[in-house]
């Protein structure tokens, strides 16, 4: 992934987990969370020049960022803060919401 590509993936990403899952289609459920596959077809599908994309370029991203802005649990990702969306994060772990609050 080129780094214009891991930019541009990245706001997908924080767009769709906090802002607007509608504008690719996608259901997040009332805790935040989508599954990895799901959310990657649907990038496929919408995004030209996105076909190419994977459920580990997802998972890379969420797990480096230094930002701490995504949790993945079981084929799941979600944002963990900054969501203009109704979403119920009491469930993140303490030491994230410490973090973040």
Known sequence: MTD???????RIMAGVLRHFPEKLGVM???????????????????RS????IRNHHIEAIALSD????????GGM?????????DVNLDDLPPAEIDEFF
């Open 28 to 46: 997040i459920d009332g805790h935040g969370w989508i599954d990895i596959s799901e959310f990657v077809e649907s990038i496929g599908v919408s």
């Open 4 to 10: 214009k590509e891991l930019n541009s993936l990245g």
């Open 66 to 73: 230094p930002k701490g802005r995504y949790q993945i649990d």
């Open 77 to 85: 990702v979600r944002a963990t803060y900054g969501h203009t969306i």
């Open 49 to 52: 020049g996105f076909h190419w």
